[in-house]
């Protein structure tokens, strides 16, 4: 993450604080589900998610700033790994 992006994170989280920022994790991510599931219908377009994705992801790297970046780092690089695993074993069924 760029440090301009990391110091608007962290003013964001100080300006309206841990439990708010939390709270609009909930509204985004139901933001993108909605946007998600109407765009599967036709009645969406690839931009409103897009833009609910770049919401999500701001979000989320509050969340990993909050509950510590290294951490949520090590977890997602062990993710990755399992995820990688899985694929070769799906691939050899």
Known sequence: MKIESKQILAEAIKEFGVDEQIG???EEVGELL???NKYRR???TKLE???EIADVQ???EQMA???GESAVEAERERKLLRLRDRIAKHKNI
């Open 58 to 60: 701001i979000i989320v």
């Open 42 to 44: 036709g009645r969406c």
């Open 34 to 36: 909605s946007a998600i």
């Open 65 to 67: 700033y909050i509950f």
């Open 24 to 26: 609009m994790l909930h």
């Open 49 to 51: 998610v897009v833009t």
